[in-house]
């Protein structure tokens, strides 16, 4: 199974835009990358995912290396509630028990 | 549409009491497993349901049991509780294996004592 390596901590100014990267370089070729947030206390948050191309949506941008060991969720204007922890999942969209959450990246987004 | 609904939200157990985690979904998913997170730390996957009459292991399946007798429910039981088990729990469901979005509960937070 594809685990992915995040930093545990980023902080980034109110407005800025926030860039989360996140190693996989084991992944293959079936598997996704999905991107979900946990605010304090609550249940984690669907944001984003992709397979090779890069994604948009309304809420952040998923940039994917070409060789897919890599990836980088964007935030373009991060506020105060962007303030959560972000995991970086890989796994294979037809397999439900092989979606591993890591310890993710705390964002501290500040005033 | 509630989404996913768990109770309760808190409780306390004594060492060695048994209790059930409800979770229910009202979006007619087929999909759905349990996840718990320690402090600090990711969900890990406890158990899981591909549907009706159907479940099984995840990650760290030892000291749980679950049952998915309606396509809408999927609790979760402790035999008999241990403070290892003190953690948040998270039910969560899919709408089938075409679905990319795992939709969360709030959360059940479980002290064992």
């Known amino acids: 199974d594809a685990k992915t390596t995040q930093p545990p901590s980023m902080d980034c100014a109110e407005g800025r835009a926030a860039n989360l990267p996140c190693n996989h370089s084991?992944?293959?070729?079936?598997?996704?990358v999905y991107w979900y947030r946990q605010i304090h206390s609550q249940g984690p948050q669907y944001i984003i995912h992709g397979l090779k191309n890069n994604e948009t949506n309304e809420m952040a941008s998923l940039i994917i290396t070409e060789d897919r060991k890599s990836s980088t969720l964007i935030l373009p204007h991060a506020t105060l509630r962007d303030t959560a922890v972000y995991y970086c999942i890989v796994g294979p969209i037809y397999n439900f028990n092989k979606f591993y959450f890591g310890s993710g990246t705390k964002l501290n987004v500040k005033p | 549409n509630a989404g996913v609904t768990q109770t309760p939200k808190f409780q306390v157990l004594k060492t060695g009491q048994s209790m059930t985690l409800q979770c229910a979904q009202d979006?007619?998913?087929?999909?759905m497993s349990w996840y718990r997170q320690d402090p600090g730390m990711g969900l890990r996957l406890i158990h899981y349901?591909?549907?009706?009459?159907?479940?099984d292991q995840g990650e760290v399946p030892n000291g749980y049991n679950v049952s998915r007798s309606t396509t809408e429910d999927f609790p979760l039981r402790l035999l008999s509780a241990a403070p290892s088990q003190t953690s948040v729990y998270f039910c969560?469901?899919?709408?089938?294996?075409?679905?990319?979005?795992?939709?969360f509960g709030e959360g059940s937070w479980l002290t064992v004592v």
């Open positions: 969560a469901s899919r709408i089938d294996p075409t679905g990319n979005t795992i939709y």
């Open positions: 349901s591909v549907g009706a009459g159907i479940t």
């Open positions: 979006m007619n998913h087929e999909y």
């Open positions: 084991t992944i293959s070729g079936n598997e996704y």
